[in-house]
């Protein structure tokens, strides 16, 4: 088997770009290419996912024990010829100043992994022979297999750059050029999302080109071979006979999922119904328990809101005290009101009675702890979570309603009370890894279990 980790040596050096070119150049050769994101990110997979033709994992050695990190990538990539991992910001950037914890390169090394390296090179000569080296230098226990260079200016720019890095002894796979036609629009959170719109076949088409042309498949391939005997024992997830259905919304407004805690629901016993606030008229009918994820809620508030058939079918389906469990955006959609940054407020379903609005800046961000402080959805009182924040929104107005979360902010390490619930619905902004507390998944399953034991 074959795979390696794109890495940076930091943020915005075009990871995603050339990881989709890549997935899609070895994807043109007939091979099977399974890919996978570090961190927690929800927009790059969905892009990979398009481009490959298979579901793309999250790898997080922060949220998740490295014990599960091997099995999800192990077990996605049993049927794969090529495995790729897109970094996370740059190589060594992760959790904490002192240690690899929670990086890329913590992951390549876990994974014993080899990385290709992308480098911005548009503002660089000579000096970029010295950066690379760092690199290659600064652990031993890394294995740098090439570099591929982004941004050189022309040929007399690459062949300046070429002559700096053959002192350093690392392989130069190649130089990738700037490809205007596959430029996809970003916002807020990011990239928009693969569900509004993801590289077309002609995009596509256009960055198995360059990548032919510009980077040394062969090579890459040549020098990437991995260890598969070193995957653990699979355990195939026991057949339940008494599924529950769970009403998932993925649409262009909800589509922020990891593929392994939608797994992990599947693994307890869950039957997952796709569902759209956005179009359906309504709910669909013999639903145990609803699940809303995060995504764009305010880029759709007006759609959202006009779908009052749909809203009133949610507000049915809570009253009747079947199991609700909500993150970020779907916190934002259960508000009484939305308000978006042109000032204009939005009635949304009125299940929780807060009020959120949207800012032009970042909120909250970063790796987050939630201690449960009652017995609650996804867990018994005591238990500990983990998971991420990430909005540009806030709620200015809560009214009656308790909190079971005691969320404590790595970054900041700022403690605070969250987790809003009513009855049978939990909402938070913070996302959890159901992969990583797979209990607090089967915990879910088991309230929508009995829910729909009542009633029948």
Known sequence: MKGFVIAGTSTGVGKTTITAALLAALRARGLAV?????????????HHAAIAGRPSYNLDTWMMSAETNRSIFWTAAQKADVT??????????????KTDEGSTAEIAKLLSLPVVLIVDASNAARSVAALIKGFCDFDPQLRILGVILNGAAGPAHFNLLRDAISSVSVPLLGSFPNVPEAVLAERHLGLITAGEKTWSAEQAAALVDAARKHIDLDLLLANCNINAKAAPAIVQAARNDDPVRIGVARDQAFSFYYQSSLD???????????????????????????????????VFADQLADNRPFLQSLREFVASGRPLYAECGGLMYLAETLTTLDGRTHAMASVLPIAVEMLNHLEAFGYTEVELLADCLVGARGARLRGHSFHYSRITRTGDVAKR??????????????????????????????????????????NCRQAKAVAQ
Do not use: W
Not at 38 to 44: E, H, L, Q, S
């Open 405 to 446: 979360y005691r969320a404590n902010q790595l970054l900041t390490g700022v403690n605070y009370d969250e987790g809003y619930c009513t009855g049978n619905v939990l909402a938070s902004y913070i996302h959890l890894s159901f992969a990583a507390s797979p209990e607090a998944a089967a915990r879910f399953v088991q």
């Open 84 to 97: 790729v991992v897109e970094g996370v910001m740059g190589l060594f950037d992760g959790a904490s100043g």
């Open 264 to 298: 992990a629901l599947k693994a307890a016993g869950a039957e997952l119904v796709n569902i759209s606030p956005l179009t359906d008229a309504s709910l669909p009918a013999s639903l145990d328990g609803l699940y809303f994820g995060g995504g764009y809620p305010e």
């Open 34 to 46: 399974q890919p996978f994101k570090c961190g927690p990110d929800y927009i790059d997979p969905a």
